[in-house]
């Protein structure tokens, strides 16, 4: 998926490719706080989604201070995406399960950007 944003303080349209996952309309994308881009979202604001080819345009905000709310969404994503695990330096068990340790440590410094359709309420 892209995401487009407008800067914060630029005013310019940025784009940039994430992983995403999609829950009854909501689309979830996944960064670290070391990333910047994000910051241009701790205020709803209005972004352009491509998923699969189309654009959409949607409400997007950034969850960055909700441990919890941010740990519940990882574990939802690496389910589906084991792989990108390394990416926010969680260690996998030998059964595939997420080290509890790691898991605890990266909800503290990964982002969530919830997305919702202009349309919804």
Not at 26 to 48: D, K
Not at 62 to 72: F, G, N, T, V
Not at 98 to 113: I, T, W
Request: proline share 3%; glycine share 4%; charged share 25%.
């Amino acid at each position: 998926m892209l995401i487009t944003f407008q800067g914060r303080k630029s005013g310019l349209s940025f784009t940039t490719p994430v992983r995403y996952i999609q829950n009854e309309g909501t689309i979830r994308c996944f960064t670290s706080s070391e990333n910047q881009w994000w910051c241009n979202l701790r205020v709803e604001s209005e972004v352009v989604l491509r998923v699969r080819g189309i654009d959409s345009r949607y409400r997007a905000h950034a969850i960055h201070d909700d441990p919890k709310e941010i740990k519940l969404w990882l574990v939802v994503y690496l389910g589906l995406f084991p792989q990108d695990a390394a990416y926010h330096d969680i260690r996998l068990n030998k059964d595939k399960s997420l080290v509890a340790e790691d898991l605890e440590k990266a909800s503290q410094r990964a982002v969530v950007v919830e997305a919702y359709p202009l349309d919804q309420k």
